[in-house]
């Protein structure tokens, strides 16, 4: 049976994440399992010495933001730019975080309208365009956002059919690909189109 290189059996914090989730009835343990999922994936470890060519910082909610208006968890690319004082950001992965409960069809729209709106409401002013994903229990869709005049909904497309699940080894490569195909085009893709 095949099963992630990052995210597996024998990876302890994200199995206690996973069967926490599993097992929640709130949003809490769903965003928590996100915070070690993105922090996992992202992490750049500095070299002693010298900038990296890129970093990312993981921003949750409940640590970050506290208006409400905001997804659960982003992901914000930092760029070195040849000077000590040149650190450009853009925010290149929303991630909206609902609780096992929510997961109906009906849930889903809400969660992906939620969502949209955030992208719309929160992007920052350099970026057009950026990847989302919904995450209701284990499960998680992924998303591409583009900046227009329309609907915040017209705005939004899956980049898969069907949900994936962290609970199904099978399913975490494939999670694996679309975090890593976000890390790795997340910049160019943020400056438009």
Same mark, same amino acid.
């Given at each position: 049976m095949a099963d992630g290189q990052i995210f597996h059996e024998y990876n302890l914090s994200f199995r206690r994440n996973l069967?926490?989730?599993v097992d929640s009835t709130t949003e809490r343990p769903i965003q928590l399992l996100w915070d070690?999922?993105?922090?996992t994936f992202f992490f750049t470890p500095p070299q002693r010495g010298r900038f990296p060519e890129t970093s990312f910082v993981i921003e949750s909610k409940t640590a970050a933001l506290q208006t409400g208006h905001?997804?659960?968890?982003?992901?914000?690319?930092?760029?070195y730019v040849g000077s000590?004082? &040149?650190?450009?950001?853009?925010?290149?992965?929303?991630?909206?975080?609902?609780? &096992?409960?929510?997961?109906?069809s009906a849930?889903?729209?809400?969660?992906e309208t939620q969502l949209a709106q955030y992208c719309q409401l929160n992007l &920052?002013?350099?970026?057009?365009?950026?990847?989302a994903a919904v995450g209701i229990g284990t499960k998680v869709l992924f998303y591409k956002w583009e900046e227009s005049d329309g609907s915040p909904m017209n705005q939004m497309s899956p980049m898969h059919q069907g949900t994936l699940n962290f609970s199904i080894p099978a399913d975490r490569p494939r999670i694996e690909a679309f975090l890593d195909h976000i890390k790795t085009t997340g910049w160019d893709r943020s400056f438009g189109r």
């Open positions: 069967k926490a989730a070690n999922v993105l922090n905001e997804a659960d968890c982003i992901v914000v690319e930092v760029r000590s004082t &040149n650190f450009p950001e853009r925010q290149i992965f929303f991630v909206e975080c609902k609780k &096992n409960g929510e997961d109906t849930g889903w729209r809400q969660a &920052n002013h350099a970026c057009t365009s950026l990847y």
